[in-house]
């Protein structure tokens, strides 16, 4: 990634001032260019149309104006300046070369140097995120995330088709579960320091994607992973354990009649001798003769005693 220097006082620069607004639009857009392309201040004139046109300039004039202010130098005018005359064996006819653009801006060797220092730090970084590898193999399933292929990344000799490696989506990118993906050597090496859009390459979606799940790590989704017995099957889901009010009684919290509570039939005490048979659920729980208190239950609720108000409309019923 390039970057543009620009003074905060650049606006004020008497240079600046002298041009036009336009013109002033198609420096700014041409310096982001040649900071992009690492042109090193040259402005090929296939390019200057370009530049214009988004800052909805005439091409002719804008150019014309930022020669004048000193801004720009063309093919006549770098001669006369001491200091960029030595560029003016790379230009060609219709070019058009920023004044003293090495003074403040980085050269191409320079930012050659600055990416190669990146991407060294960066792989010593990676070198040692053990845990970030560790996360991207188990997300990618050992699998090239460009051609499927299955990728080996314990295999230490990288001239091997199936060894693994580490590509970087974003070349300039830093080392994220995000920009990395697993790839084998043969597609590694034909993206080379691109993004797969301009490799040409297809990204592969994440392999059973979205419930990817470990035994400690979960990468995509929530919940955890399937469990299993001792024999190595699917285990049986457990049901879950009612609560009051749901297979409990409603008011009291006893179980009533075909109710109780749900778990395992060796911790179930022995069905009410006399009982009817349960209708969806388990047998009702036996209660301890000597702790039955209370008069007895119908429905799951307890019978109440009628008020004096309740009698009398039952006797006037009568």
Request: with cysteine; glycine share 8%.
């Amino acid at each position: 990634m390039a970057w543009l220097k620009i003074d905060d006082d650049w606006m004020q620069h008497p240079k600046v001032r002298r041009a036009t607004p336009e013109a002033q639009l198609l420096w700014f857009n041409a310096a982001v260019g040649s900071a992009k392309l690492r042109t090193d201040g040259i402005v090929e004139a296939h390019l200057v149309a370009d530049y214009a046109y988004y800052a909805k300039a005439k091409v002719a004039r804008a150019a014309a104006s930022l020669v004048a202010a000193g801004l720009w130098h063309d093919a006549e005018t770098i001669r006369e300046c001491v200091s960029c005359r030595d560029m003016a064996s790379r230009m060609k006819s219709g070019d058009f070369y920023f004044h003293d653009w090495r003074v403040y801006q980085p050269s191409k060797a320079d930012n050659a140097d600055s990416t190669s220092r990146f991407r060294k730090n960066r792989a010593r970084r990676l070198a040692t995120a053990r845990d970030l590898k560790a996360g991207i193999v188990l997300r990618d399933r050992s699998l090239c995330r460009y051609c499927g292929r299955l990728v080996d990344e314990t295999q230490k000799d990288r001239s091997q088709p199936d060894a693994a490696s580490f590509d970087h989506l974003d070349p300039f990118g830093e080392n994220t579960l995000d920009n990395l993906v697993l790839a084998c050597q043969p597609c590694n090496s034909r993206k080379n320091n691109r993004t797969p859009e301009q490799a040409g390459v297809r990204l592969l979606p994440v392999p059973g994607a979205p419930d990817i799940v470990a035994d400690e790590l979960v990468l995509v989704g929530t919940g955890p992973g399937p469990s299993t017995d001792r024999q190595g099957g699917p285990s049986t889901p457990r049901p879950a354990i009612p609560g009051p009010g749901r297979a409990m009684g409603r008011d009291t919290g006893r179980a009533g009649p075909g109710e109780g509570q749900v778990g395992p039939v060796r911790d179930r005490p022995e069905p009410v001798s006399g009982a009817p048979p349960p209708v969806g659920g388990p047998p009702a729980v036996a209660l301890p003769t000597d702790e039955v208190r209370g008069p007895p239950l119908i429905s799951g609720r307890a019978r109440s005693k009628p008020n004096k108000q309740t009698r009398k409309k039952r006797r006037n019923h009568r």
